[in-house]
Nanobody
């Protein structure tokens, strides 16, 4: 069982920054493929950013150049640095982990997020960006 706890959400004005964290349990954090996903009211969940156990990353086009995902293996923490935030970034942000990833999973994990039968999810943290 892996527990994920997000933090760092809040309310900011457009152009501002937030840093989301996701603290993970488990002794093999460095091997996880992890991602950030978001869901706005009335919209489908979408993948935002992902990182694999080799440090390879993938981003949604809408956040490229503004968001940076990273893993702190020593602290078992996933980070999402969000800069130049826009009102359309307003959503609940969730972190997710696949603790038994397959090769090249980074190539598809944003479009095919972990399912409950093979992945873990946090409870989410709200990000609100005002214009």
């Amino acid at each position: 069982q892996v527990h994920l706890v997000e933090s760092g959400g809040g309310s900011v004005q457009a152009g501002g920054s937030l840093r989301l964290s996701c603290a993970a349990s488990g002794s093999t954090f460095s091997t996880y493929v992890m991602g950030w996903y978001r869901q706005a009211p009335g919209k489908e969940r979408e993948g935002v950013a992902a990182i694999d156990n080799n440090g390879r990353t993938d981003y949604a086009d809408s956040v490229k150049g503004r968001f940076t995902i990273s893993k702190d293996n020593a602290e078992s923490t996933l980070i999402l640095q969000m800069n130049n935030l826009k009102p359309e970034d307003t959503a609940m942000y969730y972190c997710a982990a696949d603790v038994t990833p397959v090769p090249n999973e980074i190539n598809w994990i944003l479009l095919h997020p972990p399912r409950p039968d093979w992945g873990y999810w946090g409870q989410g943290t709200q990000v609100t960006v005002s214009s």
